[in-house]
């Protein structure tokens, strides 16, 4: 929590910081520490009536409200404008005045809340809920500082320069990378473990339910005093000095650690200037620039969407200590953190992520494999004897992840927002116009006034407002993509751990996994081996908790195919009664063998019919390798109506060599005609 105290409070001294992240476990008064901040920032001056807070002193030259040379000061608070998960586009950006342009057939624009929170705070609760559409319109007025609205016949532009406060729950899934990125800096807190803290707490919510006004009179002064301090910092900021020592110090500290881009050393330095002038001091000191790195790298690091925040703080004082002598001025100095192998954590100069480490020892169950694949030179560990009889190897580790092949389902939706499949979303482009079907949600105004004006006359239109009927009205048709319910059925049998198969296995695994992530998708763990088949994850948002139980699935036993299809089936029953909106897609993880019991192979094609006649889409991973396959695989995805990928045809980089090579030899064979 005094982390959180802190960032907010740098961002109040210089909002060119860029804002804050918050991350924590539910519960923990993210959002109420927040909005405290809204009481602390200092009062803004801005033009009389102009809408989009202009400053008096340099005023917006494009602002809609026209120009305002000598237009006098009105001071106001600044504004803590929250932005709501569900929001509409027309609310965040603005959109034309529709009551003005129906009663009085003018055309006018109404600003969003992008031009409230102009030179104010942006608090956005549940952040890393927010539709892709949304996110997209907050990186472009965070980029430029400005907000371009060309929709329904308006064309505006005007400045939208805020503080970015934003909350989320990582168990319900993590941000874009491009969002992510433009926040600042980022903490992250949890609820005290300490009794005696916690019985604080409890105590002063409950004086605070009892009584809100004396509960906050008495903290009055000590909030008074703090924005005092903000604004002493505010004016000390213009004075305070980055030495060059000091810059040097963040710029090998941001090279050490392999962020990418530069933002993160301009955040860095701002950030150390901020905390100085907080100090009241005029010079930044090493402290401040380790502070600076705590805040703003952690969430900078992550090379993909498994990868946990957080910072190395032994690595972090070792590159503060290698450049804390000034540089002799003979040029750059050849033993700085990103020279090589040398740096502070011995990696190499691909940060560790060069030739990969020899192949573990094969801790493989092999019991359930064809003879033609138990004869291997590789070294099997001794496997566990399980309770229920059988054998079970010890989780093996995935391969690295990789960018995969789009598999979507087929047809038009209407689930929630995301970009897998296509579908009829409330957000996307207008495709058309059509009669709205039940309660009108998105008007089409050009349309509208397209239905009513052959009939003005006939109506009586005697003045410059419209005559309408409910007739006239036009809904939106939008099309955009869905995010889907994404369920892996995945074999951990022994005939599956077999030559180190489970590794690459596991790898295509994390792979689609993450490609759920970019894709907004939910998703939900089937194995089955042994006896029987386990429901691993509920269907969830958190791809993260996803890739830590596929990471403990152990391999080892008999295959009931049979058992993990039902399984499927039955999930996606219930999921369907939750969320009928939401298509599932079925990705089933096999060699396609089955084993446990008389007829388990046609009993295994009867359960894959059932999800077929659902009309559940899938696809089934090959995972048969050696020189013998028997193609039960593919057999198996004829059964689901589904479409059969071995591991090599996932990667999506093979399918664009294929592309490649074609086009080489269509081009080859023109020219040699």
């Not at 003979?330 to 560790?352: I, K, L, Y």
């Not at 998703?523 to 029987?532: D, Y």
């Not at 089934?620 to 020189?627: A, H, K, R, Y």
Request: aromatic share 2%; net charge negative; proline share 6%.
């Amino acid at each position: 929590m005094d982390d959180l105290r802190l960032g907010l409070l740098l961002n109040a001294v210089s909002p060119a910081v860029g804002g804050v992240l918050v991350r924590g476990e539910k519960g923990t008064a993210k959002s109420t520490m927040v909005r405290a901040l809204a009481g602390l920032l200092p009062s803004i001056g801005t033009v009389p009536g102009c809408r989009f807070a202009c400053d008096p002193a340099a005023p917006d030259p494009q602002c809609p409200d026209g120009e305002h040379d000598g237009a006098g000061v009105a001071e106001r608070p600044a504004f803590l404008v929250e932005l709501p998960v569900g929001v509409s586009e027309d609310r965040v950006v603005g959109s034309l005045d529709l009551e003005r342009a129906l009663a009085e057939g003018v055309k006018a624009y109404e600003p969003g809340l992008l031009a409230k929170a102009h030179r104010g705070v942006l608090y956005i609760d549940e952040v890393n809920l927010l539709q892709d559409h949304l996110v997209d319109l907050l990186l472009d007025a965070a980029a430029m500082g400005r907000s371009y609205v060309e929709r329904e016949g308006v064309s505006v532009r005007h400045a939208a320069r805020f503080l970015l406060v934003g909350t989320m729950n990582p168990e319900e899934g993590e941000l874009r990378p491009q969002l992510l990125d433009r926040f600042g800096l980022t903490v992250e807190i949890a609820a005290t473990r300490d009794a005696d803290e916690r019985a604080e707490v409890v105590r002063r919510r409950l004086a605070y339910d009892a009584d809100p006004a004396g509960f906050a009179a008495r903290w009055d002064e000590r909030e008074r005093e703090l924005a005092e301090r903000i604004t002493a910092a505010r004016e000390l900021l213009p004075e305070v000095e980055l030495s060059d020592l000091a810059l040097r110090q963040i710029t090998a500290v941001c090279a050490a650690f392999e962020v990418d881009g530069l933002r993160a050393d301009i955040v860095m330095a701002r950030t150390a200037v901020a905390l100085a002038a907080w100090a009241g001091r005029t010079a930044v000191l090493e402290e401040d620039v380790r502070t600076a790195a705590r805040l703003a790298l952690p969430h900078r690091r992550r090379r993909n969407p498994f990868d946990a925040p957080g910072l190395d703080e032994e690595q972090l004082d070792e590159t503060l200590a290698e450049h804390r002598a000034e540089p002799d001025g003979d040029g750059p100095d050849d033993g700085g953190p990103d020279d090589g192998g040398n740096g502070p954590d011995g990696s190499g100069p691909d940060g560790g992520g060069g030739a990969p480490e020899p192949d573990a020892p094969d801790a493989s169950d092999a019991s359930d494999a064809p003879s033609g694949e138990a004869g291997s030179d590789e070294t099997p560990a001794p496997p566990r004897q399980r309770p229920g009889g059988g054998r079970e190897s010890a989780p093996v580790a995935a391969d690295r992840p990789y960018r995969t092949r789009l598999f979507k389902v087929n047809g038009t939706g209407r689930g929630a927002q995301g970009r897998r499949s296509p579908a009829e979303t409330d957000a996307g482009h207008t495709i058309r116009a059509r009669r709205p079907q039940g309660r009108l949600s998105r008007l089409h105004l050009s349309a509208t006034l397209r239905a009513a004006a052959p009939h003005q006359v006939a109506r009586g239109r005697d003045g410059r407002a419209l005559v309408l009927r409910r007739d006239d009205l036009r809904e939106q048709v939008r099309r955009g993509r869905e995010s889907n319910l994404v369920l892996f059925v995945v074999d951990a049998s022994g005939s599956m751990a077999a030559r180190q198969r489970m590794t690459a296995v596991k790898g295509a695994v994390l792979s689609l996994l993450m490609d759920a992530y970019q894709r907004r998708d939910k998703i939900g763990l089937v194995t089955f081996r042994g006896a029987g088949a386990e429901l691993a994850l509920p269907p969830t948002s958190s791809v993260e908790v996803g890739a830590a139980r596929l990471e403990q699935l152990p391999t080892g036993g008999r295959t009931p195919l049979e058992a993990g299809l039902l399984r499927a089936h039955e999930v996606l029953r219930v999921e369907r009664l939750r969320d009928p909106d939401r298509r599932p897609l079925l990705v089933v993880v096999t060699d396609g063998r089955a084993t446990g019991g008389k007829d388990a192979l046609p009993r295994a094609r009867r359960a894959a019919g059932l999800l077929a006649a659902q009309g559940v889409a899938a696809v089934v991973l090959d995972c048969e390798s050696g020189p013998v396959r028997l193609g039960l695989a593919r057999e198996l995805a004829a059964h689901l109506n589904g479409d059969a990928v071995s591991l090599d045809e996932l990667r999506a980089e093979g399918v664009a060599s294929l592309v490649r090579e074609a086009r080489t030899t269509m081009t080859t064979t023109r020219k040699a005609a």
